[in-house]
């Protein structure tokens, strides 16, 4: 058993994590806190996961006496937050962009002047599939964006063989991805019978793409778009590859099949997937395709942005943190 | 005055084709004809387009009598009945894919036997914007598919100016596009809450795309993949182009500005287009992006798809063949 | 040609009113008045209107030089700039609550004090079809809310026929009747894939609805509940009504066919009605059932929130009050 | 432990039911059974319900060989599969309507010649909560209608108080409660943006509902009409009550707290409720009000259609007949 507490759980990322850890088996969610939502029930805010906690304002004197945190807050704010976790010993997962870029000149580049810089060499990208061994030994974790999760679980086995020439991620998620805060983009006369790209060509998942491609074998910049669709939750990332040599299909279906075939969550598909095939559950679900007229690798991956994409990975990285079985807490 | 018959009005580019000419100022609805859903009223079987008509079997000896007509038939089924039209001296535009492609063996080997390949040649492609003066004088004209008709508004200034290498389409669109038939796939609890994508690496509008970038200027085979989104009607397509030569972001707007500034149809703006801004016209909302990072141009293009991308756009075609003003009954 | 002004026209239901007096053949719409989007184009905000226009802070003294204004302001602050326009002689339709009210003690009950009590006497309530003459002569008309014009016109029938012994009223709306204020309840996450009723024994519509019950002839406290519902625009009113006397089926008919037989923005239909038949338009379609079973009288109806139930039936009566056609400009 | 056939696994209820006892602790689910989809595996039809079972053509000889059966057959084609089930000594929980109605006669008049009579005496009605005990005993239990099931938990109290004098009981049911059968109505195109009523006056859960009312105390016919709204899954009932005698808001929420306080599976709350808030779970939620103004009672109750409302309440019932833990493998 091992005390956690969720840092920001009055948006969806956090309440989601709350949830799956007050019903997780091993560890016990201690606390709840918020910054704007704090006095109110989570289950009054968030009916649906029926967690019976009040949302208390963070003080890390009386909430960092637990074993793990997870903490949900935006870009930024989360740095000294997780810098005081850390000096109370506490291993932390944070769901923001924080420590997800190594670079800290990248990081100031795209997010402003970085909280806890002396923290950045320690972090470990916690993208479970590819750095599980990372993950377990690592008391900070970063929880990838929900965009370079879907795009890097889709490209991951062609990048390490050494075959993305090129690639151009068309991105789409469901509003949630936005999160919780009600604006003009959010409100449900906007984006309900609509589609549109935004954040065109200055996305900031575009460097954690790059970065972690790059260590991965494809140095390259890719075109990454991402656009906003009349669902709740869901995403699902179109890769076009222009193939650095040929690749065929026996071949491309051999890559992902060695990479994942005895992953839990990743599921490979012979038709292109849909989000409605991965709701409310860790997996990323893939298919990939070659196509002969154009000469395109395309694949396709889909996540539930809320929780492959933030929540249920940040338990999974709980999971192998602790040592427990990957799985717990997240089926 | 000229009169008009509307053939295969029982589907959803057929019908709204009818409300549009049953109150066009000048063409006059004589008929609407369909196959299955004969002695059925037009406006029970589609009550908000409220046109009191009822659908009839098709007799090309009563139909047949009047000026014009618009074939709303499946491929296949529609070269013959248009045969039957032009030999009674009806002008003809056809919603179908049967008069798109100009060489007969690239159509058979998509869609199968052409019914009438003697009109081939002189069918004419009605993309109003791109061949205006050509459907002045066209007896027959292929009204464009949807996707092609929004993916070539979208490129026809890159590719007319020779800067296009190649191109990667990723189509989004509402469900509408896959026809009143009731299917697994256009299910509402298949569709709601889902985005997947279809016909990877062999949709039928490829070869109809690639003949139409070659002849604007862009011989390339276009990666195009569509994608069926929860939503009615409404169609946005993604163009990542790289480029053939530097194109810089003023060269870049002043490309689109001049192709359609005078355009009645097209709209450009700055920032990615929604398919709400369209719904119910026939508009094609345009933004053009250059993505220094990568060096790609990117080009949003925003249709509704039975409006522009079938019904409203064969009534553009209409207008221009009969020297009306081009918007009549369709603003 | 008479010149107009809409006062708000940054909300929902100002803007479209916007949109139809542009494209009016007679009313010429010289302004456009916002509150906390002044200075935007119109067509900025909202581009599927096509309204090009600026948004200007209103100044009575520049915006009152019209013949007529339609005012979109929220309950309460809409008396005083009403009282202004009265003023300089510009007849005034109001979307607001401010004038529906006859009584000025119910107003303030549910409302709060009133702005200009004085007005309130020569105000005329303008559900069109119940008050045509009247509003004819106004100077000053009451757009009905959106609930009650569809319960209005659902139950006028029999109201006039002596035949309510009791109703309720369960009423169903789009997410657009919660206007443009981005909400917890309007977020697209809160609204989509949910269905809850709200202002539960409370809501501001019911002394409206019981005010014109009863000068119908049903003076009966009516159950009035509405719910919201994932959608955009539309409405729908399910009316149980216990009978005060025995009214068999083709009675039933009968007295709807007399009421609305020549109303061109009625429609009688046999199968209940959807929203979706009357989406875009002015019209609002019932359909009338008597329940052999339990002996109740049940009557739906359904119009557009922001056409019928807002813009076009302020234009309707505009129309009206100015001699024109009354379906000039919203059909 | 005991062995489980799912008989009908091809529909949303029946492969639902298969998704929950898969995953059962103690149920060990051995078949599924289609008749239109035999041969295709339940993981394909279904992938988020992630299944890897394929489905037979039912061969009750090799089926029939365990200890329990959910039966998710249409109205009719079910009694005989029961019958021949009951014959081996299968204990059945049958989500048709075969054996809700406990009077022959009543039965044959909504829905044609029974298939079994003889097994109707023995049949158990099983809404969970109100009839426990008598599911624990019972060999053949008639899981109830989604509509009677949300029907009747929100009424039960006012039911047993003796309260009820008159009912009006309006329903909203996403789509997939219409089944997963493609026809015009479940067109997404159809569904999408609209709401309308149907089977007004002559659903079949009129006499289920009756029947029910009156064996809790309310011997009155009902006035239920359901409405499709586009969701996905999910169903509001809002009840609107005469009462029999004055029950003051103390009451009402007394008898509620009473019936309910120590249910699992239903909540009360202040606030109307949401389907949402229910979504994949076995959960009804209500919420009661007194309108002082009308004297009306209204009751508002929210379940999952496909869960509480079909296979979550048939597991429910399944562990109650096996003495089991009634939560088990639905929470």
């Known amino acids: 058993m091992a005390d956690v507490v969720v840092i920001g759980a009055g948006g969806y990322g956090g309440a989601l994590a709350a949830r799956l850890l007050w019903r997780h088996p091993w560890f016990e969610l201690r606390h709840v806190t918020a910054r704007t939502d704090a006095g109110r029930r989570l289950d009054d805010l968030y009916p649906r996961h029926r967690v019976p906690l009040t949302l208390e304002e963070l003080d890390l004197d009386r909430h960092g006496d637990v074993d793990a945190a997870v903490v949900a807050y935006p870009h930024g704010a989360s740095a000294p937050v997780v810098a005081g976790l850390r000096e109370r010993g506490v291993r932390v997962v944070d769901l923001s ?24 060499e320690g972090a470990v990208y916690g993208l479970t599939e590819l750095y599980r061994e990372d993950v377990a030994g690592a008391d900070l ?48 006369v906007s984006a309900d019978e609509n589609v549109n790209a935004y954040g065109v060509a200055g996305h900031r998942h575009s460097p954690e793409i790059d970065q972690e491609l790059a260590a991965l074998g494809a ?17 699902l990332v179109s890769c076009y590859v222009t ?89």
């Open 141 to 188: 974790v970063a929880n990838p964006g929900c965009y370079p999760t879907a795009t890097l679980l889709a490209l991951a086995p062609l990048a390490r063989a050494g075959a993305i020439a090129d690639v151009v991620v068309d991105a789409k998620s469901g509003v949630s991805g936005a999160g919780r805060t009600a604006t003009e983009a959010t409100h449900f």
């Open 243 to 331: 193939p650095k040599r040929e690749v065929d299909a026996a071949e491309l279906q051999g890559l992902y099949a060695q990479a994942y075939g005895d992953e839990p969550f990743v599921e490979l598909t012979d038709r292109p997937p849909g989000v409605r095939d991965v709701r409310d559950t860790n997996m990323c679900r893939i298919s990939v395709h070659a196509d002969e007229r154009t000469g395109k690798l395309i694949v396709f991956g889909a996540i539930d942005n809320l929780w492959k994409g933030a929540a249920s990975q940040a338990v999974q990285n709980l999971n192998v943190m602790f040592g427990r079985p990957e799985g717990e807490g997240v089926e």
């Open 97 to 120: 962009a924080d420590f997800r870029l190594r670079d800290r000149d990248v990081y100031e580049r795209w997010y402003g002047e970085h909280g806890a810089p002396a923290l950045l």
């Open 219 to 235: 140095p390259v910049a890719a075109t990454f778009t991402p656009h906003l669709l009349p669902l709740d939750q869901g995403e």
